[in-house]
């Protein structure tokens, strides 16, 4: 199994930056992809930002151009950075592993972005 940590959320003015953390613990030769997903208030769950054991990243057309991804060298840790926030990027955001042969999916505990002044 694999279990993840995230950290680093909070309130941000607007076209402010935050940089947030994830990191993963247990079989973590095993993951495939990490990526980034939030949800705000009524709406569903949508991805952020992905990077895959390759080192390949992707992020959203939303997001395109404010947001990155990257990861230490150990493989078990991820940060998006984010960018010229809006109040739009509000939302909690959740780590996401994707790990095995199966595709198993593992989520944190998810941390809170407030855009705001």
């Known amino acids: 199994q694999v279990q993840l940590v995230e950290s680093g959320g909070g309130l941000v003015q607007p076209g402010g930056s935050l940089r947030l953390s994830c990191t993963a613990s247990?079989?973590?030769?095993?993951?495939?992809?990490m990526g980034w997903y939030r949800q705000a208030p009524g709406k569903q769950r949508e991805l952020v930002a992905r990077?895959?054991?390759?080192?390949?990243?992707d992020v959203v057309d939303s997001v395109n151009g404010r947001f990155t991804i990257s990861r230490n060298n150990a493989r078990d840790t991820v940060f998006p950075q984010m960018n010229s926030l809006k109040p739009e990027d509000t939302a909690v955001y959740y780590c996401?592993?994707?790990?095995?042969?199966?595709?198993?999916?593992?989520w944190g505990q998810g941390t809170l972005v407030t855009v705001s002044s």
């Open positions: 996401n592993a994707e790990y095995g042969p199966r595709a198993l999916d593992a």
């Open positions: 247990g079989r973590i030769f095993s993951i495939n992809v």
């Open positions: 990077i895959t054991s390759g080192g390949t990243t």
